[in-house]
């Protein structure tokens, strides 16, 4: 199948859900990511800031029919803190801020441009050693103390599932991502919205535990 074909089965299986198709496209070619465009998808995923920012600017300015404000860009791999000043006010939604002192730099750097950068708060939540974010009682304690920084714009959480056959254990994750959102929410009078979880091989599980935004690559862009 190609990426027509591979989106139209990933809009079937999210049928009446509210959630948003981000199209990973770090590996995919400039005509792939112009083929999805054109198939309606406007949020793209990218990974490393440096092949990202020439990548962006190109597709911009050798496609007319895009423009900046047409399209979103999400950064979702891990931001090096050598790296924030690109990213910041360059990409729509951060996914991957996983502890207190990027967000604290992000705050900084988004303040020194004069702008609210859109963020997403990554949480470990199968605890997993070689995985970043905060934990779930860790973001519980720091979460008062991070909203009132006044350059970011928390929007919700983020989190990678474990690689896993085990589709029990890969729910129990998203489910309890779902419940720690509420919980922020209750407890802190917020409206934390967004909660993105979902990959190529665990999209499905993650839209029924209440995921809003699914992040897809070979999904979209593999041949099949």
């Given amino acids: 199948m190609g990426i027509k074909e591979n989106l ?12 948003k198709i981000i199209a990973v496209s770090k590996y995919a070619t400039h005509e792939q990511t112009i083929e999805a465009y054109r198939l309606g998808i406007r949020d793209f995923g990218e990974s490393y800031v440096q092949d990202a920012i020439p990548k962006l600017k190109n597709l911009i ?10 399209i979103r860009w999400h950064f979702i791999g891990r931001l090096q803190n050598n790296k924030i000043k690109l990213v910041v006010n360059c990409f729509y939604l951060i996914h991957s801020v996983d502890s207190v002192e990027l967000l604290n730099l992000i705050n900084k750097s988004a303040s020194s441009k004069g702008i609210v950068q ?13 995985k970043a974010g905060f934990s779930s009682r860790g973001l519980k304690q720091d979460f008062e103390k991070l909203m009132k920084l006044s350059n970011v714009n928390i929007k919700g959480l983020m989190t990678i599932a474990p690689k896993t056959d085990d589709k029990k254990m890969i729910r129990s994750c998203f489910k309890e991502l779902y419940d720690l959102q509420e919980e922020l929410n209750e407890n802190h009078m917020t ?10 091989n665990d999209y499905v599980e993650a839209i029924e535990c209440g995921s809003t935004m699914i992040r897809i690559g ?3 862009f593999a041949n099949n």
């Fill in 191 to 200: 409206t934390l919205k967004e909660l993105s979880m979902g990959m190529t």
């Fill in 8 to 19: 139209e089965k990933i809009k079937e299986q999210i049928g009446n859900h509210k959630v």
């Fill in 61 to 70: 300015s050798q496609n007319h029919e895009i423009s900046e404000n047409k």
């Fill in 218 to 220: 070979k999904g979209i």
């Fill in 118 to 130: 859109d963020i997403l708060l990554q949480v470990n939540i199968s605890q997993e050693a070689s």
